[in-house]
């Protein structure tokens, strides 16, 4: 448990991992050019999840975050880690990039620790770990204003 809780750390670089798009498009973590990057860990038909996922939208319709998102200067990355999610994939906005893990390279790879999901990551312009494993999305706006601030 110590060594999956040292990993992707406030302050260390995320963990890279591929992805393959609802659309069909690949892509990478690193990939992803913009500020700031939410990475939502979810998984298919969980209520918590949902919630979550609601609460993000409400985050995100708000200023100034909801600038951020229209900007670009803000990514939300949807990521189920396993593969066969496309069936809700209308349960993502497509304003976010709706992904799945189609290699399993972050659970075979134990890149993230996600015993837990919902799990959501802040990451800065160069993926280091803002926020950690949190769960509520008012954190993000919170995070994201003091940041801009800096």
Not at 122 to 132: A, E, H, S, Y
Request: glycine fraction near 6%; include cysteine.
């Amino acid at each position: 448990r110590l060594r999956m809780a040292l990993k992707n750390r406030p302050g260390d670089r995320a963990a890279d991992f591929s992805f393959t798009t609802g659309k069909g498009g690949h892509g990478t973590l690193y990939g992803i050019d913009a500020d700031y990057v939410l990475l939502f860990f979810h998984n298919l038909g969980c209520p918590a999840c949902r919630e979550v996922r609601q609460g993000i939208v409400s985050v995100t319709a708000r200023e100034p975050v909801a600038g951020m998102l229209a900007s670009g200067k803000l990514r939300i990355i949807a990521l189920y880690p396993d593969t066969e999610w496309v069936a809700h994939a209308n349960e993502i906005p497509d304003t976010w990039i709706n992904a799945c893990d189609e290699a399993q390279e972050i659970n075979e790879k134990e890149l993230y620790d996600l015993r837990a999901i919902p799990s959501l990551y802040l990451l800065d312009r160069d993926k280091k770990v803002i926020l950690k494993d949190f769960v509520n999305p008012e954190m993000l706006s919170d995070a994201l204003t003091y940041s801009e601030a800096d």
